[in-house]
């Protein structure tokens, strides 16, 4: 099974800042990684699948990159609407799906 | 517009049962893949279980295999999960997700829409 390492497990920035999070695999794997952003008391928003297709309807300022263990997601100017925890989660990884530990956004 | 609405949690004690069910409405059900992702207090996600459109594959996490089934009945757009034997550490969060990917091959995807969550306490 994959193991996804999330980095960090939280984080404080100010608005506007460039924010990035990492996920890190076992193994290397094809780019079948999803994000989510969960706000506090909500339900898990997907952001971005395919490592870097944004999902209908997320606003741009959040992009993903990256291939084989290494991946990121980026905020470009942080909002405080932004405000969340942030999941990476693996997928094609039959018989397993992971998610990450999460990464905790702070203003 | 598409709607996933669980029900069946609540409080059970340790060795007990029961049967989590998500409704869905507002998008063809017979033609996608589900998966149960679960959220203990505080923590972060855990996927569960995985089940394709026509029942053929199913998936468990370790964590639950062989004492979660799930199932779903396309004729009542319908998802469950039958949980027996259950454990304190099962106390949880429960969602259903519509799974979609980018392949097709039936070996998991990620979810693009969610239902609201059904909460599942163990204890005695």
């Known amino acids: 099974d994959i193991q996804m390492t999330q980095s960090p497990s939280s984080l404080s920035a100010s608005v506007g800042d460039r924010v990035t999070i990492t996920c890190r695999a076992s193994?290397?794997?094809?780019?079948?990684l999803a994000w989510y952003q969960q706000k506090p008391g909500k339900v898990p928003r997907l952001l971005i699948h395919?490592?870097?297709t944004l999902q209908s309807g997320v606003p741009s300022r959040f992009s993903g990159s990256g291939s084989g263990t290494y991946f990121t997601l980026t905020i470009s100017s942080l909002q405080p609407e932004d405000v969340a925890t942030y999941y990476c989660q693996t997928y094609n990884t039959a018989p397993r799906i992971t998610f990450g530990g999460g990464t905790r956004v702070e203003i | 517009e598409v709607q996933l609405v669980e029900s069946g949690g609540g409080l059970v004690q340790p060795g007990g049962s029961l049967r989590l069910s998500c409704a869905a409405s507002?998008?063809?059900?017979?033609?996608?893949?589900m998966n149960w992702i679960r959220q203990a207090p505080g923590k972060g996600l855990e996927w569960v279980s995985y089940?394709?459109?026509?029942?053929?594959?199913?998936y468990y996490a370790d964590s639950v295999k062989g004492r979660f089934t799930i199932s779903r009945d396309n004729a009542q757009n319908s998802l469950y999960l039958q949980m027996n034997g259950l454990r304190a550490e099962d106390t949880a969060v429960y969602y259903c997700?519509?799974?979609?990917?980018?392949?097709?091959?039936?070996?998991?995807?990620?979810?693009?829409?969610w239902g609201q969550g059904t909460v599942v306490t163990v204890s005695s």
């Open positions: 193994r290397e794997f094809s780019n079948y």
């Open positions: 089940i394709s459109s026509s029942s053929g594959v199913i």
């Open positions: 395919a490592a870097s």
């Open positions: 997700g519509r799974d979609l990917d980018d392949t097709g091959r039936e070996l998991g995807g990620y979810c693009d829409h």
């Open positions: 507002g998008f063809t059900f017979s033609i996608y893949s």
